[in-house]
């Protein structure tokens, strides 16, 4: 993490367009292109070659590797799951950086729209009355609270506070054990669904500890 810089957003380049006139018009599209940005890494992560270690095809995908755990705004631009042109709104000269924008935040939440897509679709199989309500509600709660709990995290980290991330992302294990505690619970019932929800759990469980892992050295370094 040392080599992010987290005053490129903040400072310089955005300074001079303060004046500039950006309406709702504009704020729209920004979030439309940003949701469709967040599909294309669904769309990625749903064809992944089960034969890959999908956490280490994730970090190559967006440009992350062992010695630098974030990137600058160049290597984001250059490792996008799809052609650039598909991204041109998104680039605009009047966009702002925003946490729709961080890597973090992208594959977090793609990954759990894949994580409700498929329990969707497990729902739609089962006899009625399958799954009782508690569990689905349980299900559900532990969902949100994870996915929170990582946006947050992005929000801490661009601020530069690591505990607080770490801390943050300590709140979203815990959530995200308990989506695989649920998981464990329907182990009886015979579903591709359930090994895609808990393929895509451990992924992200693996990806934030590789976020914590780098927030914890990165405080070590503040203290030499």
């Known amino acids: 993490m040392s080599k992010y810089d987290f005053d490129q ?6 300074d001079d367009k303060e ?8 704020g729209l599209m920004y979030l439309r292109q940003a949701k469709k940005e967040v599909h294309h890494y669904f769309k990625f992560f749903q064809e992944l070659d089960a034969r890959e270690n999908p956490v280490e095809a994730i970090l190559k995908l967006i440009g992350w590797n062992k010695d630098a755990f974030f990137i600058t705004e160049e290597d984001f631009d250059e490792s996008l799951p799809f052609e650039k042109g598909e991204a041109e709104d998104f680039e605009c000269d009047l966009a702002p950086y925003t946490v729709h924008r961080h890597p973090l935040y992208m594959v977090t939440t793609a990954l759990y729209q894949l994580i409700r897509y ?9 006899p009625a009355g399958t799954l009782s309500s508690a569990v689905t509600w349980q299900f559900a709660e532990a ?3 994870g996915e929170t709990s990582a946006i947050l995290a992005v929000n801490t980290l661009d601020i530069g506070d690591y505990t607080l991330t770490v801390c943050q992302l300590k709140h979203g294990l815990n959530a995200l054990n308990e989506s695989l505690n649920v998981v464990r619970q329907l182990s009886s019932i015979r579903s591709t ?11 992200l469980r693996e990806i934030w500890l590789c976020v914590m892992q780098d927030c914890r050295g990165d405080q070590e370094n503040d203290f030499d």
């Open 193 to 203: 669904r359930l090994k895609h929800i808990n393929n895509a759990l451990f992924i």
């Open 9 to 14: 957003y903040g400072e310089g380049e955005f």
């Open 118 to 126: 498929y329990w969707e679709k497990l729902m739609m199989e089962l």
């Open 19 to 26: 004046d500039l006139a950006w309406s709702e018009y504009d």
């Open 143 to 145: 969902l949100r609270e």
